[in-house]
């Protein structure tokens, strides 16, 4: 009989064990479905590779991103572009871009797509004379560019859409009509990284700095004397825990903390004497 306790008590246990696993795999998943984890930002640029003509003109409207592939027309997000507006592409080369999106904050998960959405004042100079550039319909809803980037809370990430004029002009055969069929690339980098870290004792406000030559950012541990100094562009920072004065403890400073774009630092637990 004592063993058949003994039994019981042991798959118990593990059933217990597994219910919290699935539970906890569970809700992490239900933290990126309803969007409580926090957000990711994303820049977006465009630039150009060279081609043989003398301007292309094309109308930026919109830039959007998408996260569910299988949603159709639907599920797309605008990243509310801030620099709409007609631009010459050839003159986006040598590391000249233009900037769509400016660190938006969007949230954290697997993105998609990214859909450049353009007007109609889109036009050609070939020879010093200028054409229209005819967008084709299935392009008219803006062209989507396959992404499937996973973006972590937290991280900045900058997508550089590379339009290449060469593949993306066509001479539409005797109709003497010249199209614009644009072929985009994307990259990726993330672009800044993380420090964490939790401070003791937990019971006295405690801010903490990260700063060197170029940037400084601040943030408070909270309750539990948890804190995370996000969107730090990558290099070396001292970081600074300064409590509150009136506990009497003393001022603590971290040198030479090295972030790096898209990974987190942790600084583990800091005892305040």
Do not use: H
Request: aromatic share 6%.
């Amino acid at each position: 009989m004592k063993t058949l306790k003994n039994l019981k008590l042991i798959f118990a246990t593990l059933l217990t064990l597994t219910f919290i696993a699935c539970s906890n795999e569970s809700n992490t998943q239900n933290d990126i479905d309803s969007g409580t984890q926090d957000p990711a930002r994303i820049t977006v640029k465009l630039q150009d590779m060279p081609g043989d003509y003398d301007n292309v003109f094309v109308e930026v409207i919109d830039v959007m991103v998408k996260y569910d592939s299988d949603q159709g027309e639907d599920g797309w997000q605008s990243l509310e572009a801030i620099n709409t507006g007609v631009y010459d592409l050839l003159e986006l080369t040598g590391g000249v871009n233009v900037l769509l999106a400016d660190d938006y904050e969007i949230p954290a998960g697997e993105l998609k797509q990214i859909r450049l959405i353009l007007g109609e004042d889109n036009s050609i100079v070939v020879n010093g004379e200028t054409l229209p550039l005819r967008t084709p319909s299935a392009q008219q809803s803006g062209l989507k560019i396959q992404i499937n980037e996973l973006l972590e809370p937290n991280i900045g990430y900058t997508f550089l859409l590379d339009f290449d004029v060469d593949e993306s002009i066509i001479m539409a055969g005797n109709s003497g009509n010249i199209n614009l069929k644009p072929k985009l690339r994307a990259s990726v980098e993330a672009s800044s990284g993380v420090i964490v870290g939790s401070i003791l004792p937990v019971d006295v406000q405690t801010e903490i700095t990260a700063s060197n030559d170029a940037d400084s950012i601040s943030s408070f541990a909270n309750d539990d004397g948890i804190f995370m100094l996000v969107g730090l562009p990558e290099g070396v920072y001292t970081v600074t825990v300064t409590p509150d004065p009136d506990s009497g403890l003393e001022v603590q400073v971290i040198e030479n903390v090295e972030v790096t774009s898209g990974n987190t630092t942790d600084l583990g637990e800091i005892t305040l004497d």
